[in-house]
């Protein structure tokens, strides 16, 4: 019995030792699931989006790689609002029949159309299909999902005329689905090109499946009269659009679109489109490799705002609940300080940790977390981030005084109490005033309100005015830093006085 006795001490013992004391307790912060994500400083968010995640909640995934305005732009369309719009404003919406839907591919909605008319805009002057003559390099692209792909069904249309001579001449752009492949056409667009009654058409190499996404791009080139067509990246046909039809040593013959006319994007398909987009510029194969990615593959990162604890907390671990596919990563990093105001984006220095794992060292009143994320070899996968929990060790304040004494004199009070019964107690701050439960007090000769009295059970307030009554009342501070104070004790007051002699 006796030597269990001893082994029971020696447990304890180690155990306050790894606890850091009696006076530690734990707290945790949630972030994520049924806690939500309010903590997320949103201006720090990079290429982040909340998506539904496991269960329904909402979870921190990479944003896709939608869209954005360069001063390039001509048109743009994402469908992220309840109708479609030109974010430009180049471009206004003449009818529209396309329904808006969140089976996205970019962004979160996509616009279905059900080959009813789809939508048509007329662009203002300046623009690509708002201005009459010739045009400089540009760029068409799309996402589509169609629901069957059926001969003749048209993604986009353009028509109008010119005149040649004393005579106007049809003109169109298209493209339209054939045998399931997506065919461009233009029929007498290009300046001096006479071949086939001015018509040339560019089919797609690859087999169109429905119910699948795929990205379409057609671009010329002004320089060097290319027209090339691609999907998903990868080039589906080109045609040097040229006097010799080769690359070199002919002449460019150039887009001249005559009338300005309306544009019909989806006018006869059925199915998904997303992400519509023109570009008043050529645009080299790498930029166009990468456009069609799901999502940029250098990731993204979200951020915490600084979350305030208590005075020389420390933060234990990290806890968090990821989805991780093949091939995608998520990284998680700690900062923590005093003085959130000082911090930038690289001070304090953020501390790489592992999920799970014991972090060491990391102490302060505000903490802050970052957390990359990394999509697959191929930009298709996210990974994602359900709930994060920090835990957190904080040093209790210790309990105030439990009595406390004013005894008034002339011009002076003499304040005294009882020690707190924590030992972890390293001094009291004592708060004195004119009002209850107000301690601005200014007028003692020993300071203004708080005064740190250090470890000492009394104090003595001179130089007050005799017949104003004054407030006090105390609170003890921890050995470990005197920023962490307790409550304060019950108020007294006392009113000193010029008392007669005996």
């Given at each position: 019995?006796?030597?269990?006795?001893?082994?029971?001490?020696?447990?304890?013992?180690?155990?306050?030792?790894?606890?850091?004391?009696?006076?530690?307790?734990?707290r945790v912060v949630s972030m994520g699931g049924k806690a939500g994500w309010s903590l997320i400083d949103d201006a720090q968010n990079f290429r982040i989006a909340v998506q539904k995640g496991r269960?329904?909640?909402?979870?921190?995934?990479?944003?896709?790689?939608?869209?954005?305005?360069?001063?390039?732009?001509?048109?743009?369309?994402?469908?992220?609002?309840?109708?479609?719009?030109?974010?430009?404003?180049?471009?206004?919406?003449?009818?529209?029949?396309?329904?808006?839907?969140?089976?996205?591919?970019?962004?979160?909605?996509?616009?279905?159309?059900?080959?009813?008319?789809?939508?048509?805009?007329?662009?203002?002057?300046?623009?690509?299909?708002?201005?009459?003559?010739?045009?400089?390099?540009?760029?068409?692209?799309?996402?589509?999902?169609?629901?069957?792909?059926?001969?003749?069904?048209?993604?986009?249309?353009?028509?109008?005329?010119?005149?040649?001579?004393?005579?106007?001449?049809?003109?169109?752009?298209?493209?339209?689905?054939?045998?399931?492949?997506?065919?461009?056409?233009?029929?007498?667009?290009?300046?001096?090109?006479?071949?086939?009654?001015?018509?040339?058409?560019?089919?797609?190499?690859?087999?169109?499946?429905?119910?699948?996404?795929?990205?379409?791009?057609?671009?010329?080139?002004?320089?060097?009269?290319?027209?090339?067509?691609?999907?998903?990246?990868?080039?589906?046909?080109?045609?040097?659009?040229?006097?010799?039809?080769?690359?070199?040593?002919?002449?460019?013959?150039?887009?001249?679109?005559?009338?300005?006319?309306?544009?019909?994007?989806?006018?006869?398909?059925?199915?998904?489109?997303?992400?519509?987009?023109?570009?008043?510029?050529?645009?080299?194969?790498?930029?166009?490799?990468?456009?069609?990615?799901?999502?940029?593959?250098?990731?993204?990162?979200?951020?915490?705002?600084?979350?305030?604890?208590?005075?020389?907390?420390?933060?234990?671990?990290?806890?968090?609940?990821?989805?991780?596919?093949?091939?995608?990563?998520?990284?998680?990093?700690?900062?923590?300080?005093?003085?959130?105001?000082?911090?930038t984006e690289s001070y304090p220095e953020w501390i790489p940790v592992r999920n799970h794992s014991q972090i060491k060292n990391v102490k302060g009143l505000y903490f802050q977390l970052a957390v990359?994320?990394?999509?697959?070899?191929?930009?298709?996968?996210?990974?994602?981030?359900?709930?994060?929990?920090?835990?957190?060790?904080?040093?209790?304040?210790?309990?105030?005084?439990?009595?406390?004494?004013?005894?008034?004199?002339?011009?002076?009070?003499?304040?005294?109490?009882?020690?707190?019964?924590?030992?972890?107690?390293?001094?009291?701050?004592?708060?004195?005033?004119?009002?209850?439960?107000?301690?601005?007090?200014?007028?003692?000769?020993?300071?203004?309100?708080?005064?740190?009295?250090?470890?000492?059970?009394?104090?003595?307030?001179?130089?007050?005015?005799?017949?104003?009554?004054?407030?006090?009342?105390?609170?003890?501070?921890?050995?470990?830093?005197?920023?962490?104070?307790?409550?304060?004790?019950?108020?007294?007051?006392?009113?000193?006085?010029?008392?007669?002699?005996?």
């Open positions: 019995m006796h030597n269990g006795l001893i082994r029971s001490v020696y447990i304890s013992l180690a155990l306050f030792l790894c606890c850091g004391g009696l006076y530690a307790s734990e269960y329904g909640y909402d979870c921190m995934m990479l944003d896709t790689n939608s869209r954005t305005l360069t001063p390039d732009t001509d048109l743009l369309i994402d469908f992220e609002g309840d109708s479609p719009v030109d974010m430009t404003g180049n471009y206004a919406i003449v009818t529209n029949e396309i329904l808006p839907t969140d089976a996205a591919k970019m962004g979160k909605g996509a616009g279905l159309s059900r080959g009813n008319g789809g939508l048509r805009l007329s662009g203002a002057k300046g623009s690509l299909f708002g201005t009459t003559g010739f045009t400089n390099s540009f760029l068409i692209e799309f996402w589509l999902n169609p629901a069957v792909a059926e001969n003749g069904e048209k993604v986009f249309s353009w028509r109008s005329s010119k005149n040649a001579g004393n005579s106007p001449i049809y003109q169109m752009m298209s493209a339209s689905f054939y045998k399931n492949h997506l065919e461009w056409t233009f029929t007498n667009v290009f300046e001096g090109y006479e071949k086939d009654d001015g018509e040339l058409s560019l089919s797609s190499y690859s087999t169109l499946i429905p119910d699948e996404w795929t990205h379409h791009a057609i671009s010329y080139d002004v320089e060097t009269g290319l027209l090339e067509y691609r999907i998903n990246g990868r080039i589906e046909a080109i045609r040097y659009i040229t006097s010799n039809g080769k690359e070199l040593g002919g002449d460019v013959y150039r887009c001249n679109l005559g009338v300005v006319a309306d544009i019909d994007i989806c006018p006869q398909y059925t199915g998904l489109i997303d992400d519509f987009h023109i570009k008043r510029t050529n645009v080299s194969e790498s930029a166009v490799a990468m456009r069609y990615d799901s999502y940029a593959r250098d990731g993204g990162r979200f951020v915490t705002k600084p979350i305030k604890i208590s005075s020389n907390a420390e933060l234990l671990k990290v806890d968090a609940a990821l989805e991780v596919p093949a091939q995608t990563d998520v990284a998680m990093y700690v900062r923590s300080g005093n003085n959130q105001f000082e911090w990359d994320l990394y999509p697959d070899g191929s930009g298709a996968v996210s990974p994602a981030v359900t709930t994060v929990a920090l835990s957190f060790r904080e040093i209790d304040a210790p309990l105030p005084p439990f009595r406390v004494t004013a005894v008034a004199s002339d011009s002076s009070v003499t304040l005294s109490w009882t020690y707190s019964v924590d030992k972890d107690t390293g001094g009291y701050y004592v708060y004195y005033g004119e009002r209850p439960g107000e301690y601005l007090g200014r007028e003692a000769v020993e300071g203004m309100s708080p005064i740190n009295v250090g470890n000492k059970n009394s104090i003595t307030f001179n130089g007050l005015t005799n017949g104003k009554i004054y407030y006090f009342a105390i609170a003890a501070y921890s050995n470990v830093n005197e920023k962490i104070m307790g409550v304060l004790s019950k108020e007294v007051y006392a009113r000193p006085l010029k008392k007669p002699s005996e």
